[in-house]
């Protein structure tokens, strides 16, 4: 590559301060239903990401809330029980809910929450994911149990220095350290349950 290119190339990836400016995080307040909040709340911790970040995916593409906002007259009633809930989001973000909310006379409040009322479908497949699990993770102790029996027989019938009862040792070992996590992980979704 020659320096013409190189300095093209850079010239095409430079950074801008509004760019920069733009992803600065700010902290605003809306007034949403208490039902939306935990959703919010519920999802981002089950996926392991800041709350921050997802709030910015649902709101940053202008377009997408151009698309909302015509829903929000024919799909939401405003009569909920709404709290003040302050959030931190990017500046991006911010300025593409008020945009949008001032060019669609829609409320910001109103366009937030149909948003993360996008995520209603992620939670009930991940509901339904957590309930499975939790048969599973009974399956797992029955299976630990029975590895118990068979490993209890194999010490009485070859002893503990014996190559099989050490390889049916270690397969229950790794299965009580497995069982763990998954009982971690499905403690992690219990919040889940009372959505």
């Known amino acids: 590559m020659n320096d013409k290119n190189k300095l093209s190339l850079l010239e095409q990836s430079r950074i801008s301060f ?61 009569e909920e029980k709404r709290q003040a809930k302050t959030f931190v989001i990017s500046r991006s973000s911010l300025k593409s809910i008020n945009e949008v909310a001032k060019k669609q006379k829609v409320p910001r409040d109103m366009l937030v929450e149909i948003s993360i009322k996008r995520l209603l479908p992620i939670i009930e497949g991940e509901l339904e994911k957590h309930i499975k699990r939790k048969q599973i993770l009974e399956e797992m102790k029955q299976f630990i149990e029975q590895g118990e029996t068979l490993r209890n027989q194999a010490r009485h019938a070859l002893g503990e220095n014996d190559d099989i009862y050490e390889m049916i040792d270690g397969q229950i070992q790794l299965a009580k350290k497995n069982l763990a996590t998954v009982k971690g992980i499905i403690k992690k979704g219990m919040p889940m349950e009372d959505w």
């Open 18 to 78: 509004e760019d920069l400016r733009m992803k600065q995080s700010v902290r605003t307040t809306f007034k949403l239903p208490e039902e939306v909040i935990a959703l919010l709340g519920i999802i981002a911790a089950q996926l392991g990401i800041k709350q921050k970040s997802l709030l910015d995916q649902l709101t940053e593409d202008s377009r997408l809330l151009f698309k909302l906002a015509k829903e929000v007259n024919t799909t939401t009633s405003g």
